[in-house]
């Protein structure tokens, strides 16, 4: 049974920080490219950031550039998503998701159709 597990969200005041993880059961995450996506209410879910399976080749949104990053421990199975200088824009749920390569995370295609429950990050104004 392959399952994702992202934690780390909460509430935060514009400007504050946070760390994403997503941690995977029953799937080697090594053997994949991740990314991150996230839903804002009423909006579709896009694309946030994404890593190469084994080399330190990224992409992100134009919309987190600078302040996201994208990093991965494949020994802990895990990967992160550090968010800095938090907007409020930024809130919404966020979901990892396991894909063949991280330009194709970009185009939003995942290995796999289904999603984990995503983790919520709530910025203040």
């Known amino acids: 049974h392959v399952q994702l597990a992202e934690s780390g969200g909460g509430l935060v005041q514009a400007g504050g920080s946070l760390r994403l993880s997503c941690e995977g059961s029953?799937?080697?995450?090594?053997?994949?490219?991740m990314g991150w996506f996230r839903q804002a209410p009423g909006k579709e879910r896009e694309f946030v950031a994404s890593?190469?399976?084994?080399?330190?080749?990224?992409y992100y949104a134009d919309s987190v550039k600078g302040r996201f990053t994208i990093s991965r421990d494949n020994a802990k199975n895990t990967v992160y998503l550090q968010m800095n200088s938090l907007k409020p824009e930024d809130t919404a749920v966020y979901y990892c998701?396991?894909?063949?390569?991280?330009?194709?995370?970009?185009?939003?295609?995942?290995?796999?159709?289904?999603w984990g429950q995503g983790t919520q990050v709530t910025v203040s104004s």
């Open positions: 998701a396991a894909g063949r390569t991280a330009y194709r995370l970009y185009l939003g295609a995942t290995a796999f159709g289904s």
């Open positions: 890593i190469e399976r084994s080399v330190d080749s990224t």
């Open positions: 029953g799937l080697t995450l090594s053997m994949y490219a």
